[in-house]
């Protein structure tokens, strides 16, 4: 499929598209016109990109998993868990932060308020 036809299927523009292949996370064959031609998996290759970015991950960390990612079960190393893993324990730490920070400025703002109403 060409890339405007991936981009359809998946809801991701062609530019994204080529930002991925740039990062070696889909890969395409080019025709004797220039053109990208992509087969049929890339379609969940691109939509579990999309997971693994909203789930905070970075190109290249997601580039490191494809791979594990898409090997049959038995394959698969223990790294991919582990990875995983540490990437959920990171997003709770900044969840963790974010609250913390949330708090402090609700304190800021609750404390402006009872200012203004005196």
Excluded: N
């Excluded at 080529?18 to 691109?46: F, W």
């Excluded at 582990?82 to 400025?105: F, N, S, W, Y």
């Amino acid at each position: 499929m060409r890339i405007g036809e991936l981009a359809a299927s998946t809801g991701v523009s062609p530019r994204s598209l080529r930002y991925y292949e740039q990062q070696g996370l889909i890969a395409s064959v080019r025709t004797p016109a220039g053109h990208r031609r992509y087969d049929a998996g890339s379609v969940d290759t691109v939509i579990r990109v999309q997971e693994l970015f909203a789930a905070g991950l970075c190109s290249s960390k997601i580039a490191q998993l494809l791979p594990c990612l898409q090997a049959p079960p038995a394959e698969r190393t223990p790294a991919l868990l582990a990875d995983l893993v540490e990437q959920r324990r990171r997003l709770e730490a900044t969840e963790k932060e974010i609250r913390r920070a949330r708090g402090v400025l609700e304190e800021v703002i609750d404390s402006l308020r009872d200012r203004d109403e005196l």
